[in-house]
């Protein structure tokens, strides 16, 4: 047993929506610290690709093509996963979708869609992981919210509904299952360099708006979550629950 508390060896990760942008990125990061990875989407080419890149670099990594919004779905990669050996110690609910128009706009298909893929998912595998950790006596959740999760926007209603609901939902799993072993918490990304934000990047007076926001005045990287992803997986967070942690160049801190 190693004496670092950032050592995840022996642990195995399942990462919703990592074949690319932040969910790739923070699986690379519990992969170097040590975990065994379980890649997900729903793009096999992409999955695949993904998989390659961490081979690149020595990384052996599974991967699991399910839809996060087909609950069946989710119920038979669980089977897969117990039936292999690899119920995961640690879960990273990090897929989700982003749909901008003004709210007046939006037709109850498309709010349910970005519900569904940004919240409702990480009820339905965090209960499936969930009960495999409970039986286990430990496990750790890691929901990926937003800094959406506590500011409010213009044009992003749904998803800024589902991250604040992914703050109380992460706040109610740590108070449920928390004298069960598990630890859950949740990790605010602020404005990242990903290909969800390519539309504002390249936009100039969001960049513009943005620089004048951020204490850092710049755009997050994503490897810059992979850190706290790694704290929130590894033993030196035992005694952290419900709690985020807001990667956002200091913007929930400035008024
Ligand atoms: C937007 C962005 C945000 C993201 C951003 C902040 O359109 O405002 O997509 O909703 O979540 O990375 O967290």
Redesign the pocket.
Known sequence: MSDNPFDLAGKTALVTGSSRGLGFVMARGLARAGARIILNGVDTGRLQAAQAGLKQEGIEAQTLNFDVTNEADVIAAFAVLDQRGMAPDILVNNAGI?L?KPLLDFTSDEWRKVIDTNLTSAFVIGREAARRMVARGHGKIINIG???SELA?P??AP??AA?GGIKMLTRSMAVEWASKGLQVNGI?????L?D??QA?MDNAEFNTWLMSRVPAKRWGKPEELAGAAVFLASSASDYINGQMIYI?GGMLAAM
């Open positions: 982003q901008r937003s800094l959406a926007r044009t992003v998803y800024t991250k605010g990304p602020g404005y990242m990903t969800m934000n504002l956002d």
